[in-house]
């Protein structure tokens, strides 16, 4: 029997003036911020370090978003072996993925533990549902649909810096943005999505945002300055999302000269922090 679906909040906004301007492939949206905005649900966070409740479910694209998808989400630190249960919608059996188990962190007081997976041979622009379970506990069951074939064209939001008054300014300007561009298969985020990115309170207001958009479509994010804000080494960003280790890669080759060895070794330095920043 299948889960149920859950599907994005619909709440009942204070008007906020929304611009917006969507070409094939782009989205723009800019706004101003409204004076008053409904109370926007915020995502629990990890009670204690035991605590396998999924949260911060969140999307993020592979090198082949049509055969592919990453999946990240977040417990308590003790909490291990996650997975991602999968099917085509209307089919009979889940796939089962297992997932990493990432590096502990301290978010808020209480150690927490981030579970990254990514799910191979899926078909092209096909819906599928999923959910994540950690330690005995499940999600919500969610739905997602591949990309298309190369060449087709597709949109997307563009979000500049949400960074600040996230819950009472950013969320709004969200909510209005995928109700106005409901085929947006996913948001592109320009840095700054919080200001201060050892801030786990602010992360989580920003999750509280986007709940029931993260989990239903790509998030394709870049560190601003702010991310390294309290957190200089972007552990939290590694943690959060996962994006493909495509980015610049260093030069080995043999015979270098001496100055080329040491270009190269600064190279390797910032191949290893430029990681999933840039890809």
């Not at 082949?64 to 308590?76: A, K, L």
């Not at 089919?91 to 990254?116: C, F, I, K, Q, Y």
Request: glycine share 8%.
């Amino acid at each position: 029997m299948g889960r149920p679906r859950t599907t994005p909040r619909r709440s009942a906004w204070a008007a906020a003036a929304v611009a917006a301007t969507m070409v094939t492939g782009t989205a723009l949206i800019g706004a101003s911020a409204p004076a008053v905005a409904a109370s926007v649900p915020r995502v629990a966070t990890a009670a204690s370090a035991a605590d396998a409740t999924p949260e911060h479910i969140v999307l993020t694209p592979t090198q082949h978003p049509d055969t592919s998808q990453s999946f990240t989400w977040r417990t308590g630190a003790d909490v291990l072996g996650g997975q991602v249960h999968i099917r085509e919608v209307g089919a009979d059996e889940w796939t089962v993925v297992d997932a990493r188990d990432n590096a502990s962190l301290t978010s808020a007081g209480v150690p927490t533990r981030s579970h990254s997976a990514t799910v191979d041979d899926l078909t092209a622009h096909t819906e599928y549902e999923y959910f994540v379970s950690t330690g005995g506990v499940d999600s919500d069951t969610y739905r997602f649909t591949t990309a298309s074939a190369p060449g087709e064209d597709f949109s997307f939001i563009y979000f500049g810096d949400a960074q600040n008054n996230l819950t009472e300014r950013w969320a709004p300007v969200v909510e209005q943005a995928f109700d106005r561009y409901p085929d947006a298969v996913g948001t592109v985020d320009a840095g700054d999505l919080v200001n201060t990115g050892g801030n786990d309170s602010e992360w989580t207001e920003w999750f509280g945002a986007m709940d029931g958009y993260s989990q239903t479509r790509n998030v394709i994010a870049a560190p601003g300055n702010h991310e390294y804000s309290g957190d200089e080494f972007l552990r939290n960003w590694k943690s959060t999302f996962e994006y493909p280790a495509n980015g610049p890669q260093a030069d080995t080759t043999d015979g270098m000269s001496e100055g080329d060895k040491q270009k190269a070794a600064y190279e390797a330095q910032m191949q290893i922090a430029l990681a999933e920043t840039a890809y």
